[in-house]
């Protein structure tokens, strides 16, 4: 008998999640999907991530041939025009018919755009597919500022995206009084607005647009009080409109404020359709949220295998994904006095906001919202669903205890069996730790796998990973963190056992103490502890070192590579420029001044990297690491030598340090400052070791971080001389050598060390664990055993042959690598 | 490897040398690592895995970012199988070394080629 066909009209999120959940379930249907847009379902909820470097592959949720396999047929760029009920017929704008059993609408919505005269004028935009962001992106390049209507979640994320795309000025639009209306507020978007001037955003409120101006082209804003705001571009985000149009013309029950109707079975006034995500209206609310349009779904695909399954509405709880300000609402956000009693929490200097509304017996939490720091947000989401009773004092809840520390993650193992930990995908508590305890899944990524949790939007992601090792932890399994599937040991443990059996190489290392081949994990994470032990030529074992350490040079784009000359301190003579200039002239160099000022020479071939540093070693440069997990760069300001405020020589100390440090290998870099003043010109306190001089001394900070979770450092000595500051440094680096796990950075280790900062600073200035003296010594045999790796290199015929990109063809360059010319220099092709 | 050796025997026979390349001496792959060698305008990834006493051959184009790279990835192995594997050294994604598949979840598929070492010298197989 042939199958029957289930028609499916729109592949966005909850349309391709449907055929997930419908092929999971059973294999009697024919399924077939019409989508409007050219490309397979993508991932709407990240779609600013667009702007920032992800590419439409990333974004995907699926591809062509999962659907090939699983024998959809799948129609893109092709929009279902007319449903034909009587025949039960679909017809495209293309002109295919196709026949169904079932019907799904899973249709989603469109940008709601408001009556606003000149809203068809060239620079305005909507925010919804990747057509939208492309087209804005064109725009853009002429663009110096621009502007979003509406001030809700989605407003607030296109703002973001036109700071991503290089606004010099941003504007935010609301007609309401405070921002995000539905989810904060009036206190909490006061506190909002400040964070987000911060990342120059600027909040117009209580603005009622009149007109847009300009010929062809938007020019500015005109609004109802006479004031006037000139931009270039506009995103127009003031709300949702479901897409309900074919379902109205084939005369399907809709709402008139839009929507198609629904039962929980997600069934519409034809039994044979079923509506489902942003397009399906359920007891007069519209869900414009991914996780219950994937519950609907669920629902909707259970109904098709007879399986008993309703839809009982849908938690609302968000939490804005906004870089650089965290902003969540659960629950009922709103309740107020006399109806509730609400403790609220207000840090104007750090920009915090916090409300929770508990119930007047002081047993429930009933909803709250967290500006600033939504840390808690997952644990209070899940106290609000579950009806977790409250402690005595539930201020704790969001100013954390402040009596002894709390075990982490303790309270996770509190909820409920039933609890959803994962929305997206409806994974629950006792599925995480059931995975844990049948299947022994220690890991978050293997838990994805295993039971899909954390696949989605990803904010479940350090609850899963607290529930993992929380179950661990109550089985009585020793938690700790194993390289990868070749070494059950921590880089701590392998460490002190290469080192206590004296072990010089990789293959001993795996054939001692593992198994399998193994990997690209656990090749340069034990390349790293021997050379952190031995000091031996890195290149010695090239093949066990990451692609970057096994060339001594960072691949970039096309397959070149940048060079790094060590320049300490950022001091550099005239002769050494002009070597710079010389070789980067004669080896089409495109070369740019670094943020560790230093210069940077990108678009090197493979073959010509011995003879350009050889070029280099010359002139007196050694290898500047770039490429390694090890020494950067120790930054200076000018101190006393020049600058009138100057109180030490801050670039001698800083080439001092450098000089020492160079070539260190660590389980992550190393990045250290030294200001002569506390100005602090060369931020050394957002380095993984700042010196700051002081009227007697040198003030010495440690575990700071910039990049992408910046961290100060914090103080751990005051007004020391030169000889203790570098004694304390050679402990604290060297204890960081033996004791971090791979690719954590010094900020990470010290938030993840028991007892903190106190402790770390007995460690180091006290020796409280008496092994000062060994770590001083094992720096001085590092120190004492440096050379420079390039120098090796170049200096050894068999090691300089591994540079060339043919072996059968040395002198031949990689003839696939291409150049582009900008502002005179060259520039790698785009991928 | 049972196919291998068999190619070993024919070879010596000289009856199927006219698909077989000569890519390079043996040691010029570096051990348990991969190097890049030129066949027409193509470019193929051949690789030493001495751990094992295997040799195998994949193009030498990463799919992710059409990047010619992988000769300069990491191998390895993976699962309990313990699959052979090569990691591109510029997003890590991982690729089977027998069968060419992208182990890293996405749609990727690499030629690979067979290997046949015959006097210190390295053969690839062309079809
Ligand atoms: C060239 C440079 C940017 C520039 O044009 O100025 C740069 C370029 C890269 N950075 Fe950086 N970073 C550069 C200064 C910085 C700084 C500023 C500084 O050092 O004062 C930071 C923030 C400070 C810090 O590290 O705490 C910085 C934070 C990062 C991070 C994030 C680290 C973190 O802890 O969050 C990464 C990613 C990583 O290391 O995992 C990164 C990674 C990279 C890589 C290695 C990415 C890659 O694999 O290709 C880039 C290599 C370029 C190359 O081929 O040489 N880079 N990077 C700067 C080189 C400095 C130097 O002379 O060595
Ligand atoms: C910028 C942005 C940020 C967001 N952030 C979040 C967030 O942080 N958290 C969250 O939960 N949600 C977020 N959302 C909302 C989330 O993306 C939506 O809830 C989700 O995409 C709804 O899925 P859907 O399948 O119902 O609709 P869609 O994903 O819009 O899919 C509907 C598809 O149907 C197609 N279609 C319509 N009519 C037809 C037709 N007649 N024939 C064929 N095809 C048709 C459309 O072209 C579209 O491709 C965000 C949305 C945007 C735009
Ligand atoms: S240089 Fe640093 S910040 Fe810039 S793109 Fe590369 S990694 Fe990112
Ligand atoms: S180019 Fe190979 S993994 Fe991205």
């Given at each position: 008998m042939a199958k029957k066909n289930v028609v499916i009209i729109g592949n966005g999120m909850v349309g391709h999640k449907f055929c997930e959940k419908l092929i999971a379930k059973t294999d009697e249907y024919q399924l077939v999907v019409f989508g409007e847009e050219p490309r397979i379902a993508y991932d709407r909820v990240h779609l600013s991530s667009y702007f920032?470097?992800?590419?439409?592959?990333?974004?995907?949720?699926?591809?062509?041939?999962?659907y090939q396999e699983n024998n959809i047929q799948l129609h893109l760029g092709d929009a279902v025009t007319e449903i034909n009920r009587t025949d039960k017929i679909v017809h495209t704008h293309s002109g295919k018919t196709q026949s169904y059993d079932y019907l799904i609408l899973a249709t989603g919505s469109a940008p709601f755009v408001p009556?606003?005269?000149?809203?068809?004028?060239?620079?305005?935009?909507?925010?919804?597919?990747?057509?939208?962001?492309?087209?804005?992106?064109?725009?853009a390049s002429k663009c110096k500022t621009g502007a979003v209507l509406g001030g809700g979640l989605l407003g607030l994320e296109a703002g973001k995206a036109l700071l991503d795309l290089g606004m010099q000025e941003t504007h935010i639009v609301e007609f309401a009084s405070r921002l995000m209306p539905r989810q904060i507020d009036d206190a909490g978007s006061k506190l909002l607005q400040g964070k987000l001037a911060q990342l120059n955003l600027q909040v117009h409120l209580n603005k009622n647009t009149s007109s847009i101006m300009g010929e062809n082209e938007i020019t500015g804003l005109a609004f109802a009080d006479g004031s006037v705001l000139e931009l270039d571009m506009l995103v127009i985000s003031a709300g949702i409109r479901p897409r309900d149009e074919i379902a109205k013309l084939c005369g399907l029950e809709v709402s008139s404020r839009g929507g198609i109707m629904v039962n929980e079975f997600m069934q519409t006034s034809d039994e044979s359709i079923l509506a489902i995500g942003e397009c399906a209206l359920f007891k007069s609310m519209i869900y414009g949220l991914v996780a219950p349009g994937y519950e609907m779904a669920d629902v909707a695909a259970s109904l098709l295998c007879n399986i008993d399954k309703q839809f009982k509405g849908f938690d609302m709880s968000t939490k804005l994904k906004l870089i650089g300000v965290d902003v969540a609402s659960f629950g009922d956000a709103f309740i107020s006095e006399p109806d509730c009693t609400s403790i609220i929490f207000e840090d104007t200097h750090k920009g915090i906001y916090k409300r929770i509304n508990i119930s007047n017996d002081g047993k429930q939490l009933l909803g709250g919202i967290l500006i600033g720091d939504a840390d808690a947000y997952n644990m209070l989401l899940q106290t609000v669903n579950n009806k977790i009773i409250l402690p005595p004092n539930p201020e704790d809840l969001i100013l954390g205890s402040r009596g002894g520390a709390a075990a982490e993650g303790a309270g996770v193992m509190s909820l409920p069996d039933d609890a959803l930990?994962?929305?997206?995908?409806?994974?629950?508590?006792?599925?995480?730790?059931?995975?844990?305890?049948?299947?022994?899944?220690?890991?978050?990524?293997?838990?994805k796998k295993c039971t899909k949790a954390g696949t989605g939007c990803g904010g479940c992601v350090p609850m899963v990973k607290d529930l993992i090792n929380g179950t661990l932890a109550e089985n009585g399994k020793y938690i700790k963190n194993v390289l990868c599937e070749h070494f059950d040991y921590s880089r701590q443990e392998l460490l002190d056992l290469i080192k206590m059996n004296k072990i010089k190489n990789y293959d001993q290392v795996l054939d001692t103490f593992g198994k399998g081949d193994g990997c690209e994990t656990c090749k340069p994470a034990v390349a790293s502890i021997l050379a952190g032990?031995?000091?031996?030529?890195?290149?010695?074992?090239?093949t066990i070192q990451d692609s970057n350490d096994r060339f001594l040079a960072n691949i970039q784009k096309g397959g070149t590579y940048s060079v790094v000359p060590r320049i300490p301190g950022g001091e550099i003579t005239p002769d050494k420029l002009i070597v710079i200039g010389q070789v980067a002239k004669e080896y089409n160099l495109y070369t740019k001044i670094t943020g560790g000022q230093r210069i940077d020479l990108f678009g090197?071939?493979?073959?010509?990297?011995?003879?350009?540093?050889?070029?280099?070693?010359?002139?007196?440069?050694?290898?500047?690491?770039?490429?390694?997990?090890?020494?950067?760069?120790?930054?200076s300001c000018v101190g006393s030598t020049w600058c009138r405020f100057g109180l030490h020589d801050s670039v001698s100390f800083a080439i001092e340090v450098e000089d020492r440090y160079k070539g260190l290998r660590s389980p992550h870099k190393l990045k250290g400052g030294v200001s002569g003043c506390i100005r602090e010109c060369a931020e050394a306190q957002s380095k993984d070791f700042g010196i700051i001089a002081t009227e007697k001394g040198w003030n010495l900070f440690v575990c700071g971080n910039g990049g992408s979770k910046p961290q100060h450092a914090q103080l751990i000595a005051t007004d020391i001389d030169n000889a203790t500051c570098i004694k304390y440094l050679d402990r604290f680096l060297m204890f960081y050598v033996r004791t971090a796990d791979p690719l954590t950075r010094t900020a990470t280790w010290l938030n993840k060390m028991d007892g903190g900062i106190a402790y770390l600073k007995n460690v180091i200035v006290n020796d409280s664990l008496g092994i000062a003296a060994d770590l001083e010594e094992e720096m001085a045999f590092f120190v004492n055993t440096y050379t420079c790796e390039w120098k090796a290199a170049i200096e050894n015929p068999e090691m300089r042959k591994r540079f060339n990109h043919f072996v059968n063809a040395p002198e031949e360059k990689d003839p696939t690598v291409k150049f582009e010319e900008m502002r005179t220099q060259i520039k790698a092709e785009a991928w | 490897?049972?196919?291998?050796?068999?190619?070993?025997?024919?070879?010596?026979?000289?009856?199927?040398?006219?698909?077989?390349?000569?890519?390079?001496?043996?040691?010029?792959?570096?051990?348990?690592?991969?190097?890049?060698?030129?066949?027409?305008?193509?470019?193929?990834?051949?690789?030493?895995?001495?751990?094992?006493?295997?040799?195998?051959?994949?193009?030498?184009?990463?799919?992710?970012?059409?990047?010619?790279?992988?000769?300069?990835?990491?191998?390895?192995?993976?699962?309990?199988?313990?699959?052979?594997k090569v990691a591109c050294p510029f997003h890590k994604k991982t690729f089977s070394l027998k069968t060419g598949e992208c182990l890293s979840g996405d749609d990727y598929q690499l030629k690979t080629y067979l290997v046949v070492i015959n006097d210190g010298k390295v053969f690839i197989k062309i079809d």
């Open positions: 920032d470097g992800k590419t439409i592959e990333d974004l995907s949720l699926s591809t062509i041939g999962w009556n606003i005269p000149g809203v068809e004028k060239d620079g305005v935009f909507v925010y919804r597919t990747i057509e939208d962001l492309d087209k804005m992106k064109a725009h930990i994962c929305s997206c995908e409806a994974v629950t508590k006792g599925a995480i730790c059931g995975a844990v305890i049948e299947q022994d899944i220690t890991t978050v990524d293997g838990m032990l031995w000091n031996d030529l890195i290149l010695k074992q090239d090197a071939h493979l073959s010509d990297l011995p003879i350009i540093w050889s070029k280099l070693i010359d002139a007196g440069f050694e290898s500047g690491h770039a490429y390694g997990k090890s020494l950067r760069t120790v930054k | 490897m049972s196919e291998i050796i068999d190619l070993k025997q024919e070879i010596q026979k000289s009856t199927l040398s006219a698909n077989l390349f000569f890519a390079c001496y043996t040691d010029d792959v570096p051990q348990n690592g991969g190097a890049c060698v030129k066949y027409k305008d193509d470019q193929i990834a051949i690789f030493n895995f001495t751990r094992r006493g295997e040799w195998f051959a994949t193009q030498n184009l990463c799919p992710h970012k059409q990047q010619m790279a992988l000769s300069r990835g990491m191998i390895g192995s993976s699962g309990d199988d313990c699959e052979p």
